[in-house]
């Protein structure tokens, strides 16, 4: 086996999760809206999740939809605000995930609302005299920042934006799918009307998702059908059921585990400050961004992308041609060099500091070839 970097994209199943999941692919496999057993079998797994999911987040459990993925959660949750509440102004970032830049360029001009992008410093932190001025110049007004950056880890004062949206009645929704489950999180101590999350994020299964609701309106869907839950179709039990019991192992010594993960991201900026000369670190102090994400920028040493050398030696990051094009819009705004190749580590608690130390050894024998 390789080593695996890239749990920002993706974590591996826990052992756990597996065997909560395994009973409900096999035995229980019936269908949560039929009335016969299997069929009441799947909804009595879907409820108890649900409870298991708000009682962690300390949310009432009505509050809770289950959804697909993140980008169905972000959907649904900007969808709904804009829909009821009669927003006509947007304020974001242009460091949004796709799921929301994409749903907002739509619903902006179905709408006909504004979007208004906040004014953010040299590493992405968003200016609050900005927003509280556009706060302040606009009326019925939608706040969708995310709470930590995909791509650099940084993790933004959400709690802060949230406090002064409410201040000027905003409705404030947060893409928290890189922090639910990798902080335990609490949309009401944060202010949240609207929080998503992603299972495999967080050791839980593909396919699965939720979005907090806690705007006190009803969601607009966004497909239309059978299901009582409020997306329709027949739910994926299996999943909903690896989601809860993933969220429940991640909120379990959540502390201990991100003292884990952040002494790995430590000791890897440490080795790489020593290895690579003029190497540069995005996304702020290790304290102001996830534990789990590192983003650091290579000066380019001619030749072969460093992210394809590492994957000849099983080592799996982000990186390469697909990773740069997406995220070229955070390079030239965190004013990252062109000539730069960044790379995004990301760790889980399976990663291993013997892990860390074969990869920079990995790295070194990179650059003395290229060197030679
Ligand atoms: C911040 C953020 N938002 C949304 C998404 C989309 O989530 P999903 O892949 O579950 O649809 C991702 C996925 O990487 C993400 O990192």
Do not use: C
Not at 326 to 345: C, D, H, N, W, Y
Request: net charge neutral; proline share 5%; aromatic share 8%.
């Amino acid at each position: 086996m390789g080593i695996y970097l890239d749990n920002a994209s993706s974590t591996p199943i826990h052992p756990d999760v597996f065997s909560a999941m395994a009973p409900y692919l096999t035995e229980h496999f019936g269908n949560a809206s039929a009335n016969h057993s299997y069929g009441r079998k799947a909804k009595e797994a879907i409820e108890n999740s649900r409870d298991t999911i708000a009682a962690l987040l300390k949310v009432p459990a009505d509050t809770v939809v289950f959804t697909s993925n993140g980008t169905e959660a972000n959907n649904m949750a900007l969808t709904t605000a804009i829909a009821w509440q009669g927003i006509d102004h947007i304020i974001t970032t242009p460091f949004e995930h796709a799921a929301i830049l994409q749903t907002l360029g739509v619903l902006q001009k179905k709408h006909n609302a504004r979007i208004s992008f906040l004014k953010t410093d040299r590493i992405g932190r968003p200016d609050l005299n900005h927003l509280e001025y556009l706060l302040r110049t606009n009326t019925r007004n939608l706040i969708s920042v995310r709470h930590a950056n995909n791509i650099t880890g940084l993790v933004t004062p959400i709690a802060d934006i949230a406090e002064l949206g409410h201040k000027y009645s905003a409705t404030v929704h947060s893409d928290t799918v890189q922090t639910i489950g990798s902080y335990a999180l609490y949309p009401e101590r944060l202010k949240l009307d609207f929080a998503s999350a992603s299972a495999n994020k967080f050791h839980g299964p593909l396919g699965a998702g939720f979005l907090v609701n806690r705007s006190g309106k009803r969601i607009n869907k966004l497909i239309y059908g059978n299901s009582p839950e409020q997306q329709a179709g027949t739910e994926n039990v299996p999943a909903i059921v690896g989601l809860a019991k993933a969220l429940e192992i991640a909120y379990w010594d959540i502390e201990n585990t991100h003292r884990y993960i952040n002494s790995l991201k430590i000791t890897l900026i440490a080795k790489l400050h020593e290895l690579v000369p003029g190497v540069r670190i995005n996304g702020g102090k290790p304290e102001e961004s996830l534990p789990g994400i590192l983003s650091v920028s290579f000066p380019h040493w001619g030749g072969r992308p460093l992210s394809d050398y590492l994957d000849d030696l099983d080592i799996t990051v982000s990186g390469g041609s697909d990773y740069t094009a997406q995220s070229i819009p955070v390079f030239k705004a965190l004013g990252i060099p062109t000539g730069m190749e960044t790379i995004r580590f990301s760790f889980s608690y399976k990663n291993t500091v013997t892990e860390i130390d074969e990869m920079v050894a990995g790295i070194a024998t990179v650059l003395k070839q290229a060197a030679a």
